[in-house]
């Protein structure tokens, strides 16, 4: 029988962290060709998560770099249709809900080639994140939903869709299962910064709600500068660039560095005593890894962590942030929402068995 052909769009971090737990599954069934939007370029934001994850080289580079929300995402479609056209697949693979993952959902949609989302129905029902309005109108034309919670598979219900959903688990956990012993063996990142198990912060910072406004980044930042911990800070260039627009200041026990590759980071996860994000990923990798959480957001979409009481959600208030670090110790057993770490083997069957 002949091979499913699945063109899977890539463009920024964690869709590389994404793919590297399915890729490989996903070679001994379909033949699959990876397509770099070009969305995150730096290599610290791109080249070393190939380099290190085994990740397929993408076959196509569309090098569409940063701009605004419109102008990237347009010149994107109108790039991911070519590939489309020339490459004939019999579905398009996309992750999660940045830019990338709605030019890849539209132009394939537009062409009729079944869509595959995988990290479908999140929500944080707060309209105003970019990431919220790509991940509703990619669930909304979305052939095969591939879920990570029951959370998830409600949202879609409460929105009307049910045809095409399946819970399979989360792709980040299979992730973190398979890496976290390679991480522990290959990653010299502790000894790099002398740092010991335990004695630290992780933190990090990105999200353009948080980096957008003086305000919040201001209370984060003194929050920071007043909790009495030694923070280690991988920089995302987002962030390093609104920090100095802005004149901020970093204490010193803050300790800035480039943005880390996989390994390192789930090293520095790890073995961090708490970790202090915005991000979507880390909350989760937190848990899965046993972390105290403490989100710099109003909302998540991984409430499961929450309620869990291994995440708390802080706001961007300089007293939330210096309370939680100082108190936050959550001790109950964590439950297993995110699957059994086998979401990319699931798919699989879903994926040929699909019916249009
Ligand atoms: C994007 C996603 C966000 C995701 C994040 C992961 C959207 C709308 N946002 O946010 O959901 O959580 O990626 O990290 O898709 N930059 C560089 N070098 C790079 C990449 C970015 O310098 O390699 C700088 C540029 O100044 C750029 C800015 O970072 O303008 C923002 O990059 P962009 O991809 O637009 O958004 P992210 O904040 O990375
Ligand atoms: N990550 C990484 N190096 C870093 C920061 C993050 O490898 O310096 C990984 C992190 O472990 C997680 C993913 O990137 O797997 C999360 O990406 P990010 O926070 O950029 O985006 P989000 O998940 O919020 O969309």
Same mark, same amino acid.
């Not at 920090?243 to 590759?261: C, E, S, T």
């Not at 929450?306 to 009481?309: E, I, L, Q, S």
């Not at 798919?347 to 249009?356: A, E, R």
């Given at each position: ?13 964690p869709?590389?962290i994404k793919?590297?737990a *399915? ?11 990876? *397509?770099?939007?070009?969305?995150? +370029? ?11 994850? @085994? ?39 996309? +992750? #999660? ?14 062409? $009729? ?23 509703? $109108? ?5 052939? !095969? ?7 998830? &598979? ?13 819970? *399979?688990?989360d792709v980040m956990y299979d992730g973190i299962l398979h890496f976290t012993?390679?991480a ?5 990142? !502790?000894?790099?910064?002398? !740092?010991?198990? #335990?004695?630290?912060?992780l933190?990090t ?6 980096? @957008?406004?003086?305000?919040? $980044? ?12 030694? &923070? ?13 627009? +802005?004149?901020?200041?970093? #204490?010193? @026990? ?8 996989y390994l390192?980071m789930v090293r520095l996860e790890s073995t961090a005593?708490?970790i202090?994000t915005?991000s979507g990923g880390i909350q989760k990798e937190a848990f899965f890894l046993g972390i105290p959480c %403490?989100t ?6 991984w409430?499961?962590t929450?309620?869990?009481?291994w995440n ?8 939330? %942030? ?12 964590r439950?297993? +929402?995110f ?6 083997? $699931?798919?699989?069957?879903? %994926? ?5």
């Open positions: 029988m002949e091979r499913l052909k699945i063109v899977t769009i890539l463009g920024a971090r869709q590389f793919a590297a *399915v890729s490989s599954t996903f070679s001994k069934y379909f033949d699959e060709i990876l *397509v770099h939007t070009g969305q995150h +370029y730096d290599a610290n934001m791109s080249d070393v998560f190939f380099e290190e994850l @085994n990740i397929p080289n993408p076959k196509y580079h569309l090098n569409i770099g940063s701009g605004s929300h419109g102008a990237m995402t347009g010149a994107m479609l109108a790039e991911i249709e070519k590939v489309l056209e020339i490459e004939k697949p019999d579905f398009v693979l996309v +992750y #999660g809900d940045t830019n990338s993952t709605i030019a890849g959902s539209l132009a394939a949609s537009k062409l $009729l080639i079944p869509v595959i989302h995988v990290e479908a129905g999140l929500r944080s029902f707060n309209k105003a994140m970019p990431e919220e309005q790509n991940r509703i $109108l990619t669930d909304h034309i979305s052939d !095969l939903l591939f879920v990570p919670t029951q959370t998830a &598979v409600d949202h879609l219900k409460n929105e009307g869709i049910t045809k095409g959903v399946h819970l *399979v688990g012993k390679i522990r063996e290959k990653s010299m990142i !502790l000894d790099e910064l002398q !740092l010991q198990e #335990g004695s630290f912060l933190c910072i990105h999200r353009a709600e948080n980096t @957008n406004s003086l305000e919040r $980044l201001t209370a984060i930042v003194a929050g920071l500068n007043a909790c009495n911990e030694s &923070v280690v800070l991988p920089l995302h260039p987002r962030t390093l660039k609104y920090i100095a627009d +802005y004149g901020l200041k970093l #204490g010193d @026990n803050i300790r800035v560095i480039d943005p880390v590759g390192d005593k708490k202090v915005d %403490i710099m957001r109003d909302e998540t979409e409430v499961e929450v309620d869990n009481g708390i959600l802080v706001g961007a208030n300089e007293q939330k %942030i210096v309370d939680a670090i100082k108190n936050f110790n959550p001790t109950s057993e439950l297993t +929402y699957g059994e770490g086998n979401a990319a083997e $699931l798919m699989i069957d879903l %994926i040929l068995n699909y019916k249009n």
